[in-house]
């Protein structure tokens, strides 16, 4: 038998005890279901924070473009349509629209509230976002539209959390109005009379509460602007927005034009994500740390139950380096155990919710009604990896203390 061999093979009988329950005792039936709990809970973790991640990207995206093209000092753009049609003839842009955005408020029956005014082109819009998507009632419609009194007024799209707040529905007449002003010496902010188009769910409490669409015309009389304010695009790599959005800054020349992309917008936020999964990654881990100190504790009291088999191997011949690798083995053994059928299972289940999504959470307290999943296979196999490597550390100082025994004093030993 060879030598590599031999030592797999005594590692393995060496996994039974004295007090033995089917191949393995008690204890080393814990240690393995220690590092099985770790990976298995760590695996789904990962999987869940990632889903929710997913779900907030998908939902910004939905809502903002993948990055926007401005000026310097927020200049407005008088010649947006031959802007657009140059940002177009990027290859890696799929669409391009105009965009306004202001502060302002909004007015129904006497209840008002802030609000953040986007004049949009409701036929270039579907090529940068997916607000149109989100509609819940009613239409994108932001032309001149008949209220339920039978007046025509221009439309607006409001948000679901907005429409519950203020009780107002498709069809509903609401004034907005802004901080501009045609008067400098008196100066009155501008209003207008809008009729509801419909209402759209992000899922984003904050969008729900606080955005309105109305049309480019609305919003530069609104704002008194001749032009817009930027140029919103859409990039065929959502992961590459910003390289791509710089590409496009540099194709116009650059200066007076600068860019920002979506993950520079919700920086902070992405940040905060990424810490959070490092945070759980590193404290799921004690719970194999944890699992270690069980290795640890099986294998020295393997080591005495076997001591005197210890000193007739080396007598035979074994070296002390044979030795210390035979209960190495014996502890990597029990950790690839726990670890491939905690990863396994936590893979699995996570696929399964993923693909089903038969765990719900309250709708009311988020903005999903089923616990989200994202599989990660790179998270995975970095579970897998870091279990047995926190095994094979948690064998070394069992190891050496087995190799460091004399084998005429193991021999004697009873």
């Known amino acids: 038998m060879k030598k590599g061999k031999m030592e797999l093979f005594v590692a393995l009988r060496y996994l039974r005890g004295k007090r033995k329950i089917g191949f393995v005792s008690w204890i080393t039936y814990i240690s393995a279901a220690g590092v099985c709990l770790g990976t298995f809970v760590l695996v789904m973790a990962l999987s869940i924070a990632g889903g929710f991640e997913k779900e907030v990207r998908d939902r910004i995206i939905g809502t903002l473009a993948h990055a926007r093209v401005t000026q310097y000092h927020n200049y407005q753009i008088v010649e947006h349509e031959a802007l657009r049609e140059l940002i177009l003839k990027?290859?890696?842009?799929?669409?391009?629209?105009?965009?306004?955005?202001?502060?302002?408020?909004?007015?129904?029956?006497?209840?008002?509230?802030?609000?953040?005014?986007?004049g949009v082109d409701p036929?270039?819009?579907?090529?940068?976002?997916?607000?149109?998507?989100?509609?819940?009632?009613?239409?994108?419609?932001?032309?001149?539209?008949?209220?339920?009194?039978?007046?025509?007024?221009?439309?607006?799209?409001?948000?679901?959390?907005?429409?519950?707040?203020?009780?107002?529905?498709?069809g509903a007449e609401v004034v907005l109005y802004s901080l501009a002003s045609d008067d400098e010496l008196n100066p009155v902010p501008k209003m207008g009379r809008f009729t509801v188009a419909g209402v759209f769910e992000t899922g984003m409490y904050e969008y729900d509460l606080n955005l309105v669409y109305i049309s480019i015309a609305s919003a530069q009389n609104m704002l008194n602007l001749n032009g817009v304010e930027g140029i919103q695009i859409r990039t065929a790599d959502l992961f590459k927005a910003d390289k791509i959005?710089?590409?496009?800054?540099?194709?116009?020349?650059?200066?007076?034009?600068?860019?920002?992309?979506?993950?520079?917008?919700?920086?902070?936020?992405?940040?905060?994500?990424?810490?959070?999964?490092?945070?759980?990654?590193?404290?799921?881990?004690?719970?194999?740390?944890?699992?270690a100190f069980n290795i640890i504790s099986s294998l020295i009291m393997t080591i005495l139950e076997k001591r005197r088999e210890i000193g007739i191997l080396m007598s035979m011949g074994a070296t002390s380096g044979a030795v210390m690798r035979v209960f190495m083995l014996n502890g990597i053994v029990v950790g690839f155990i726990g670890s491939t059928i905690g990863t396994a299972l936590g893979v699995t289940l996570s696929y399964v919710q993923q693909r089903w999504q038969f765990i719900p959470i309250p709708g009311d307290l988020y903005f999903i009604n089923k616990l989200p999943a994202l599989v990660s296979f790179t998270d995975a196999l970095l579970v897998y990896a870091v279990a047995n490597i926190i095994c094979w550390v948690a064998t070394i100082y069992p190891a050496r203390n087995a190799a460091a025994l004399l084998p005429a004093e193991s021999i004697r030993y009873d």
Request: proline residues 3%; aromatic residues 6%.
């Open 123 to 170: 036929k270039l819009e579907v090529t940068v976002t997916d607000i149109h998507k989100a509609i819940v009632s009613g239409s994108f419609d932001l032309d001149t539209i008949e209220s339920n009194r039978g007046r025509q007024f221009p439309g607006v799209l409001i948000g679901k959390g907005l429409s519950d707040k203020m009780g107002v529905r498709e």
């Open 245 to 291: 959005a710089a590409s496009v800054r540099e194709s116009l020349g650059g200066y007076p034009y600068r860019t920002l992309d979506w993950q520079t917008q919700n920086r902070s936020l992405f940040q905060w994500m990424k810490l959070e999964r490092l945070i759980i990654f590193i404290v799921i881990s004690l719970i194999m740390v944890v699992a």
């Open 90 to 118: 990027h290859p890696q842009v799929l669409g391009a629209s105009p965009i306004i955005t202001g502060k302002g408020g909004i007015e129904h029956d006497q209840v008002q509230e802030g609000v953040m005014i986007n």
